[in-house]
């Protein structure tokens, strides 16, 4: 199957700080990729709808200010959380979609990342 | 409003037995699911999915079965192994939203050698 690669896979971060998590799609162009977010023994929440060369769709009750989502390329989406809080603190995980993929297929995840903010 | 539901957190089995585990969705216009597997500080791993149009899949292993009626669909795993412990989630998608799925809270399945 594809490949995608998040990185990093875990960060510790001070409060206040902003962090970077990157998504990229190794050996596939992805036109959409998606940012999920999960709490401990909680299920994947979907937080935004990255999509190449336009803004990100956010889901409900997702501050756009605080979870910027950058979609640059068709290899690269970035997540970047700013201003950090402890209870920012989460696993965080992305999936891609290939270019003129219509059809309803597996979703490819990256490995996620483990973000710690204290 | 959780649309698609696992409503066991935990599933003990034994070492080559059958290991079922059950979701239910409540949006009809879901027409695509997904199982994944999934295990601590790693992202999801696809195991199987099916179409609205079918009622099992079936890949080594693992089979899934759909009620559409029932909006209720099940993964069963014959012979479970210990390798297969994990947490399980199913996910929905719609025809038009890609890959955007909506996943379960997940069902952690432990097998016992």
């Known amino acids: 199957g594809a490949v995608v690669s998040q990185h990093p896979s875990r960060v510790i971060c001070k409060s206040g700080t902003s962090v970077k998590i990157e998504c990229r799609s190794l050996?596939?162009?992805?036109?959409?990729m998606f940012w999920y977010r999960q709490f401990p023994k909680q299920s994947l929440m979907l937080m935004a709808t990255s999509n190449e060369g336009s803004k990100a769709t956010y889901e409900q009750g997702v501050e756009k200010d605080k979870f910027l989502i950058n979609h640059a390329s068709l290899t690269l989406s970035t997540l970047t959380v700013t201003s950090a809080h402890p209870e920012d603190s989460s696993f965080y995980i992305c999936?891609?979609?290939?270019?003129?993929?219509?059809?309803?297929?597996?979703?490819?995840f990256g490995q996620g990342t483990r973000l710690t903010v204290v | 409003d959780q649309q698609v539901k696992q409503n066991s957190p935990s599933l003990s089995v034994q070492e080559g037995r059958i290991s079922i585990l059950n979701c239910d969705y409540t949006n009809s216009m879901f027409d695509y699911f997904l199982w994944y597997k999934k295990y601590p500080a790693e992202g999801p791993t696809f195991l199987i999915s099916i179409s609205s149009i079918k009622d099992k899949n079936e890949d080594g292993r693992f089979t899934v079965f759909l009620n559409k009626s029932a909006k209720h669909l099940s993964l069963h795993i014959v012979p479970s192994q210990p390798g297969d412990s994990a947490v399980y989630f199913c996910a929905a998608s719609l025809n038009n939203a890609g890959n955007m799925l909506t996943f379960g809270g997940g069902t952690r399945l432990m097998v016992k050698p």
């Open positions: 999936s891609a979609r290939a270019t003129l993929d219509f059809t309803n297929t597996e979703a490819f």
């Open positions: 050996d596939f162009q992805a036109t959409t």
